[in-house]
């Protein structure tokens, strides 16, 4: 069996076009969960393969494709589904953000804002935002349906009782176009005011769960929160090590075993475009600090 | 000074390579065979068949010897080549009653048409280690005078009477469910139970059928029925017009008789758990027909207590291809939220240090 025993971007078209429909759904009802027939993908469930799906059936031969884990390029999963569809699609790919016009990504938005021409996909682990309120499938689409969301303010309301503050850093639940409560996959949720408004459409595939959700263009989403306690962003506070920005994501990096350690931007293509552009770790003093 | 690792993809292309070259192992050993495999590790092949949901044992002992044996990714490898394959129709449902049985044993009556056949079964061997195994030339078996007799099933034995329920009529118009190309739903409909119990782990339906057998969900089992041996295959195909035999399968199916209490329109009787898989697959079969009883509970009106009777628990988490990726993703890079979650951390540990009562001054002791 050589590669071209396999259609362009491995999947079959019939697949595509079962995939495609799920999407067009989804981006009409924009937060709503939609069924869709995950096939079984040759990589293992949890490596992304709800997004390698909807890539596949969204990506054309003139497409450029930029796929990133945890913000950057170089982590060894983003290689290989960039490599994947190098393979089985022949498509250029990039690591530049801008350059991109499907960018898939595993727990990161990218820092710079995004345009109409692109697409988002995001690889999503458990679509289910209330799943870990209620276990069951038949009782989750019950309370989507009838948009009985209490629940979930009653457990960030809990939250907000034991520890002051909403106690949730990731995967943070949101409302979107007034209507479906989303998990926004485990992305920060420094990410998630990144989804509101955004001009670029956001797809959302769970593979092993076999669904594929949806943001539409310059679609409203709000964190879920409530008026005295209001949505908060997080960032370690500190500039990055390596580029002085003090508006991106870190990653904390231990560079010793005495505990020592630094802060860089998660956004790989973010840091090295400021580097280039001549931007240090002293330039940070002279910027303002992230709001 | 940090730098940002680079190099990912060499990385991962010299671990392709390492893997290769452990798999081989020591080259002075001859390469096995797939041949080798197929004949000598048939029950290892049979599982890869059945949890990869493809009848093929050539590509089965491929998939082992690439996964170096590992089976749950002997399986994976094998669902992930099944996927692409192109569906050109459903043959016609296998008639185990006309199976060309090797083995066939019911535990709930002595003796019955068509007799009871012990066939190659572990069931009475001693399990000493037999080191002469790696020298020794087994005898031929010994054969049997061939009595083509008919081999009816238990449970249509006991179905004449009446005391056990009917299987359900078969629909002429009755599409097949296929859970690879629609999206399971729940409740889910019991062929589509059956499809997600024949493709599930051997380990989790063991578990579980064993759960019901110690109080979790008890359903009073007997073997009613097991028969394994090999059946035809037909297919209709559309311009053709009529039924052509495509070729034939060793199957193993099990039957379970098992007790209903009745209901007040309903005089007790009998009910059945079915299980059945490719190839050699007794303890499968066995397992998988307890968990298809348990998970009837709904329909015969039982209440749902215990784990094996909970459709959406059991079948969503039965798959091991499912399964073994969700948790082993968990070695993939989580950063991100892990940098969130210490960041929440901390500041929470800040607050709790901040809200602690401050110690009292001590006094110098000296």
Same mark, same amino acid.
């Given at each position: 069996m050589s590669e071209r025993t396999y259609n362009f971007a491995y999947l079959d078209e019939q697949t595509k076009r079962m995939i495609r429909r799920a999407i067009l759904k989804a981006v009409a009802v924009p937060g709503y969960q939609v069924p869709f027939a995950s096939r079984e993908m040759?990589?293992?469930?949890?490596?992304?393969t709800g997004g390698v799906q909807v890539t596949a059936a969204v990506l054309g031969p003139n497409d450029v494709l930029k796929v990133i884990d945890q913000g950057s390029d170089d982590t060894t999963n983003a290689v290989s589904i960039r490599k994947f569809f190098a393979k089985t699609a022949g498509v250029r790919t990039t690591t530049r953000t801008e350059e991109a016009t499907v960018i898939q990504t595993r727990h990161r938005v990218p820092e710079q804002s995004l345009s109409e021409k692109q697409i988002l996909v995001f690889q999503v682990p458990i679509p289910e935002p209330l799943r870990f309120l209620e276990p069951r499938e038949t009782e989750t689409r019950r309370m989507h349906a009838l948009a009985e969301y209490g629940v979930m303010h009653v457990k960030l309301y809990e939250d907000i009782a034991h520890h002051g503050h909403i106690a949730t850093a990731y995967a943070y639940p949101a409302s979107v176009a007034g209507r479906y409560v989303m998990d926004p996959s485990p992305i920060p949720k420094f990410d998630n005011p990144k989804l509101d408004n955004c001009a670029a459409l956001q797809l959302f595939g769970a593979g092993r769960e076999k669904r594929i959700y949806a943001i539409p263009p310059h679609t409203k989403v709000v964190s879920l929160d409530f008026e005295d306690h209001p949505f908060e962003r997080y960032r370690h506070d500190a500039p990055c #090590?390596?580029?002085? #920005?003090?508006d991106s994501f870190l990653d904390e990096v231990i560079t010793d075993d005495r505990g020592s350690r630094m802060f860089v931007c998660s956004d790989s293509d973010y840091c090295e475009r400021r580097r280039e552009a001549g931007s240090t770790p002293q330039s940070a003093t002279a910027e303002a600090p992230h709001a | 000074m940090y730098v940002a690792a680079k190099g990912g993809e060499r990385a991962i292309d010299n671990a392709h390579r390492l893997l290769a070259h452990e798999r081989r192992g020591d080259r002075s050993v001859p390469d096995i065979t797939l041949a080798q495999i197929s004949e000598q590790l048939t029950l290892g092949v049979d599982r890869v068949m059945n949890e990869g949901s493809l009848y093929d044992r050539e590509l089965a002992a491929l998939a082992i010897k690439q996964a170096r044996g590992d089976l749950i990714e002997a399986i994976f490898l094998l669902r992930a080549y099944r996927t692409t394959l192109a569906r050109f129709g459903a043959s016609e449902p296998i008639d185990t009653g006309k199976m060309l049985a090797v083995r066939r044993v019911s535990a709930t009556f002595k003796d019955l048409p068509g007799g009871q056949i012990l066939g190659p079964t572990f069931d009475y061997t001693h399990r000493l280690l037999d080191p002469e195994l790696c020298t020794r030339v087994p005898e031929k078996p010994v054969r049997a005078r061939v009595e083509t007799t008919e081999m009816p099933r238990v449970t249509e034995l006991l179905a004449q009477d009446d005391l056990i329920e009917r299987s359900p009529p078969p629909r002429e118009d009755a599409s097949v469910g296929d859970l690879t190309q629609d999206p399971l739903d729940f409740p889910a409909d019991r062929d589509l139970r059956l499809q997600n119990l024949a493709r599930g782990d051997e380990g989790f339906l063991l578990a579980l059928g064993y759960s019901t057998q110690r109080g979790?969900?008890?359903?009073?089992?007997?073997?009613g029925e097991i028969r394994i041996g090999e059946v035809e295959v037909w297919f209709a195909p559309e311009d053709v017009g009529f039924d052509i035999p495509i070729g034939h399968l060793t199957m193993t199916e099990c039957q379970t008789i098992n007790q209903f209490r009745g209901t007040e329109t309903e005089a007790p009787k009998f009910t059945r758990g079915y299980g059945l898989g490719f190839g050699q697959c007794e303890r499968k079969a066995m397992a998988m027909a307890l968990v298809d009883r348990a998970l009837r509970a709904r329909e015969l009106g039982e209440d749902v207590v215990a784990p094996a009777q909970d459709e959406e628990f059991v079948l969503s988490h039965s798959d091991n291809v499912q399964a073994t990726g969700f948790v082993e &993703?968990?070695?993939?890079? &989580?950063y991100v939220d892990f940098q969130a979650e210490l960041g929440l951390v901390r500041r929470m540990r800040a607050e709790f240090e901040a809200a602690a009562p401050q110690p009292e001054m001590r006094e110098a002791a000296e």
């Open positions: 040759p990589m293992p469930y949890g490596w992304g #090590a390596l580029c002085g #920005a003090t | 979790y969900g008890r359903n009073h089992p007997f073997a &993703h968990l070695k993939l890079p &989580h």
